[in-house]
């Protein structure tokens, strides 16, 4: 069964306008969720994090992700999209009790048009 | 610190030929895993290690053999190099004590050719 969903395969903004990276996970108890950033040949940085305390998170870059519980999501977004924004981003869960496996979701390629 | 180091950062292999992807870490992390990332599938585990003499199967395992004799290194092992090997291979690691709530540390990646 697919733990993390990304819904948007591909998305493309213009510098200086909002991002917004949907994801929505499956867990049968409370998760902890990530997303993390690749940039082009590059390794994989972590962005932000939830684990049950504030529902919305903030972290590196100017970007925020609100979990919502009732919809199961935890969409990532920027109010203001930069150059260097453009690179995959990652929706991650750990959806077990008993390890620190970690789900990926299919990943999503944000382009910015300057 | 150098944190998580792969070796090599690419290389090209022949169908059959076999190879050892190096992943050594300096943070004394107990667990490591292997993933593997493949176009528009997200990263898949390989295998991973919660400690030294451990190890256990990942979503895909098949084709891959790894050990852990040691808490600092986690090789993986490509016995028979296939054309469905080529991939970019990441490893990582995490402490027990905070890994749910802080994630993994990657290394930078390996990117494997089999032709």
């Known amino acids: 069964a697919q733990s993390v969903t990304q819904l948007d395969s591909h998305v493309s903004v213009s510098e200086g306008t909002p991002v917004l990276l949907r994801c929505n996970y499956s867990?049968?108890?409370?998760?902890?969720l990530f997303w993390y950033v690749q940039h082009p040949n590059k390794g994989l940085q972590l962005l932000l994090k939830y684990t049950s305390a504030a529902t919305l998170v903030k972290g590196i870059n100017g970007f925020e992700a609100e979990f919502k519980k009732s919809e199961t999501s935890f969409h990532l977004t920027k109010p203001s999209a930069h150059m260097s924004d453009a690179a995959e981003y990652f929706c991650?869960?750990?959806?077990?009790?008993?390890?620190?496996?970690?789900?990926f979701g299919a990943g999503t390629t944000v382009t910015v048009r300057a | 610190n150098a944190g998580v180091t792969q070796t090599p950062k690419f290389r090209i292999l022949k169908i059959g030929q076999s190879m050892t992807l190096q992943c050594a870490q300096d943070m004394n992390h107990n667990y490591m895993y292997w993933y593997r990332q493949d176009p528009g599938m997200g990263l898949k585990l390989i295998y991973y290690s919660v400690g030294a003499g451990i190890t256990d199967k990942g979503e895909v395992p098949n084709g891959y053999n790894v050990s852990r004799s040691t808490t600092e290194d986690f090789p993986l092992r490509l016995e028979l190099a296939a054309p469905s090997q080529t991939s970019v291979y990441f490893c990582?690691?995490?402490?027990?004590?905070?890994?749910?709530?802080?994630?993994?540390?990657f290394g930078s990646g390996t990117r494997l050719t089999v032709v």
């Open positions: 990582a690691t995490s402490p027990i004590e905070t890994g749910r709530v802080d994630g993994y540390t």
């Open positions: 991650v869960v750990i959806v077990s009790s008993n390890d620190y496996k970690l789900s």
């Open positions: 867990s049968s108890y409370s998760p902890s």
